[in-house]
């Protein structure tokens, strides 16, 4: 058993597995055992199930806290939190997606289920360079900070309106490059079909797999925000890499409740904007001030106190439209 204590990415491997097999547990008896049959969640379900995620992964906070001390388990929870959030805006574009494709509802878990296994591959790889670009040139955090400042300005002073995934790059590509089927075929990615002429079946793709790899590309575009935003928060990629995995576990579950309150966060984008622009500053302030990080607690409660501002005020603005719960 003594591989188990190799150390990988600074931390013993015996952590990582740890931290995996909780994933996989939790991936499990989401698909395997809750959502067995294709069916539309509700909202009561999906908020049931979004606390449940979010319980987990405050449990690992609290698990890093005491492995590695007080000083780490601030940093995660303040990643979790910041990822988590980040996130949220994530879902306005994968109901954007699903709508322009016209996913039917018992489809759209499965298509989440899988885009959350091909989310926990991406952000390995873009966390692992990410990790060797601080490790090598510790001036790359700054640039970090810098990008965070100006998406925030961005965000800030943007419109709200998400542009129809069709008229996106990569599916007028895709579209043009595989063979696709003229509806849905239940809930399958692929079919084979024997096209006239044709003396063997092909493979043809599905309106609901198009679905899928425009949701890993959102999430993509979204990663170039929230990676350099944990690694502005700490830069340990075990830290940097379990708060990223379960804050976005957790959002897919709760993906079913938001999207159809859309409306009562609309003023979330704007404190999400200030909470990068934050981020990004704190790092330059810890540079002058001769800090070697910003003080965890302090980074906390400002992350708490944007992100709990914003939810608060979007939810009082738009109290008279506030849907029932299905």
């Known amino acids: 058993m003594d591989f188990l204590t190799l150390e990988a990415l600074g931390k013993p491997l015996w952590m990582w597995l740890a931290f995996l097999s909780v994933v996989i547990v939790l991936l499990v008896l989401d698909l395997g055992v809750l959502h067995r049959k294709q069916k539309a969640i509700g909202v009561r379900e999906s908020l049931l199930l979004s606390a449940g995620y979010i319980a987990v992964g405050l449990a690992f906070g609290g698990w890093v806290w005491m492995e590695m001390g007080r000083q780490a388990g601030l940093e995660y929870v303040t990643g979790f939190l910041v990822e988590k959030s980040l996130a949220m805006d994530n879902v306005f574009v994968i109901a954007t997606i699903f709508a322009a494709f016209a996913v039917p509802p018992a489809y759209q878990h499965r298509v989440l289920f899988w885009g959350i296994l091909g989310v926990i591959v991406l952000r390995a790889i873009m966390i692992g360079l990410g990790t060797a670009l601080v490790a090598n040139f510790e001036w790359v955090l700054l640039v970090f900070a810098a990008f965070l400042i100006i998406a925030g300005g961005k965000m800030l002073f943007s419109g709200h309106e998400h542009k129809d995934p069709r008229d996106n790059a990569a599916f007028r ?146 109290r008279r439209t506030a849907p029932a719960l299905a």
């Open 173 to 318: 590509w895709l579209a043009s490059h595989i063979r696709l089927t003229d509806g849905y075929e239940g809930n399958r990615f692929f079919v084979r079909r024997t096209p006239e002429g044709a003396s063997k079946p092909l493979l043809y793709a599905t309106p609901l797999f198009l679905a899928l790899v425009m949701i890993e590309i959102a999430d993509v575009v979204f990663a170039v925000d929230s990676v350099p935003a944990i690694f502005a928060i700490t830069t340990d990629p075990y830290i940097v890499y379990t708060s990223n995995i379960f804050a976005i576990l957790g959002l897919r579950a709760l993906y079913f409740a938001l999207a159809a309150v859309t409306e009562r966060f609309a003023y979330l984008k704007q404190a999400l904007a200030i909470l990068l622009i934050f981020i990004g500053a704190k790092v330059y302030v810890a540079e002058l001030a001769g800090w070697e990080k910003f003080p965890a607690p302090v980074s906390l409660g400002i992350t708490a106190a944007l992100l709990g501002g914003g939810v608060a005020y979007s939810m009082w603005r738009t």
